[in-house]
């Protein structure tokens, strides 16, 4: 298996490059550049590893071993589909590099080492009334939703109900912007909040059967460090917090199985080792070999033209309501006609994740896939400076980046889509930035009017 090992070593060299390159980094770049280094490792060095390691044979209700992949013959497929893998991650790599570079030697680099610069809304009293706000709706909404059976779940092509879809979104917002921007001069009243919205993110994720929410409130814990400063306690803390995620993961979706359903999984997790058992149920959620499967089989230059892409992308930015059509959804369109070809998908419906190189390469082969990596480095740069933004609108994308990790595993269609959902849970979370902060002015300028003598009040009584 010396091929497949070889093209491991290779896109693991590439994650290596950039976490030493993040370090150089300060503030949430390092969080974030980290996080994707992550993320990738899982689908494209922890998942192919276990492949070849255990030559698992494919199952019902088991997606890790790929058929595909199987029949093709583990060693040799897996060198064929990493290949744009290693060349989209070094092409990264280098642009995380050059950045870094830029970054240490700017005459004008004057940013904290530790904490990337202040954050303007962090600890701003009417932002943090406004998100306790949010997250007070947005939890009204996940609860109805939930109620009457239209909580959603991973994968599915729309919400049962776009409008508790839209108030839940708002819940999401509220949780990752306190778990960032919330301040307190009592560190128990932070642990609290904090604690709290964390173990509600978790519950979320057991009730939609996403790893989304709560990887979203990991990642907002690691980005408030590092606003506030990294200490080995936090660094202890985030890494704790990580572990107990991915067990705890595994643990609640088996509170939702049935005891045929817990069976039948047992004697699938049968074939792998007991080192492996434990961490099955998060690998089974990091599909982007997969996506990289589909686009080894239908091959460069093989799904939308660039004029389709524009025109596709262009439309995701604008309401489906002043638009007057279906949107193109590419994770759905994905799954129809990319893994389509190589997958009988005729009775499934499903929105899947393509990842930024999966994406490029059938679109336009390297050149493609270097196109589509780019385009994720520059919306990470655009992600690092919302946060620190003063423009409520910007800060709150940010925030909503956090909680959905498009730039994680979707490619260019997909972040824009992505991007276009939530422009209108940015609007109200605007306008409620409004509403709180003219409440506000106005109990403000009624407690501090004077107060008229006695002498007076008595007059106008009389």
Request: with cysteine; hydrophobic share 50%.
């Amino acid at each position: 298996m010396a091929l497949a090992q070889f093209h491991v070593l290779l896109v693991a060299g590439a994650l290596a490059t950039m976490v030493i390159a993040a370090m150089y980094l300060p503030g949430v770049a390092r969080v974030f550049l980290i996080a994707q280094s992550a993320h990738w490792s899982l689908s494209y060095v922890a998942r192919p590893a276990v492949l070849l390691w255990v030559q698992p044979q494919p199952n019902f209700g088991d997606n890790v071993p790929d058929p595909r992949l199987a029949d093709y013959g583990y060693d040799a497929s897996i060198a064929l589909v990493l290949k744009p893998v290693v060349f989209g991650l070094w092409v990264y790599a280098g642009l995380v590099v050059a950045y870094a570079v830029w970054t240490r030697l700017r005459p004008e680099h004057i940013i904290n080492e530790k904490t990337g610069g202040a954050a303007y809304f962090a600890g701003n009293p009417v932002f943090t009334q406004t998100l306790f706000l949010l997250y007070g709706i947005g939890t009204l909404g996940r609860l109805a939703a939930v109620a009457s059976g239209s909580g959603g779940s991973a994968g599915e092509l729309e919400s049962p109900n776009p409008i508790l879809n839209l108030v839940s979104i708002l819940a999401t917002l509220g949780a990752i912007g306190l778990i960032v921007f919330f301040r307190s001069d009592s560190a128990r009243s932070t642990a609290l909040v904090v604690g709290s919205l964390t173990c509600g993110e978790l519950v979320w994720t057991a009730v939609v059967q996403s790893k989304t929410p709560i990887m979203g409130a990991a990642l907002a814990i690691a980005v408030r460090f590092a606003m506030t400063g990294w200490t080995r306690g936090k660094v202890a803390g985030v890494l704790s917090l990580t572990g107990i995620a991915v067990g705890a993961f595994g643990w609640l979706q088996s509170l939702k199985t049935t005891t045929e359903a817990k069976s039948q999984a047992a004697l699938v997790d049968s074939q792998y080792p007991a080192v492996v058992k434990p961490f099955l149920s998060i690998l089974r959620r990091f599909d982007l070999l997969e996506a990289a499967t589909d686009a080894w089989y239908v091959g460069p230059h093989s799904w939308l033209t660039p004029g389709q892409v524009a025109q596709h992308a262009l439309q995701s930015l604008v309401p489906t309501q002043l638009l007057g059509a279906e949107k193109f959804r590419s994770g759905a369109a994905w799954a129809d006609q990319v893994r389509g070809a190589s997958v009988d998908m005729s009775t499934v419906q499903v929105s899947l994740a393509e990842g930024n190189i999966s994406e490029g390469y059938v679109l336009g082969g390297y050149v493609g896939v270097a196109l589509g990596v780019t385009f994720t480095f520059v919306m990470l740069i655009v992600w690092i400076h919302s946060l620190y933004s003063r423009f409520i609108g910007m800060a709150v994308l940010g925030l909503a980046l956090i909680e959905v990790p498009v730039l994680f595993e979707r490619g260019i269609l997909g972040t824009v889509e992505t991007v276009g959902k939530n422009l209108q849970a940015v609007v109200l979370a605007w306008l409620a930035y409004l509403v709180v902060g003219e409440y506000r002015r106005r109990v403000d300028e009624i407690s501090s009017a004077p107060i008229p003598p006695a002498e007076t009040r008595t007059a106008q009584w009389v």
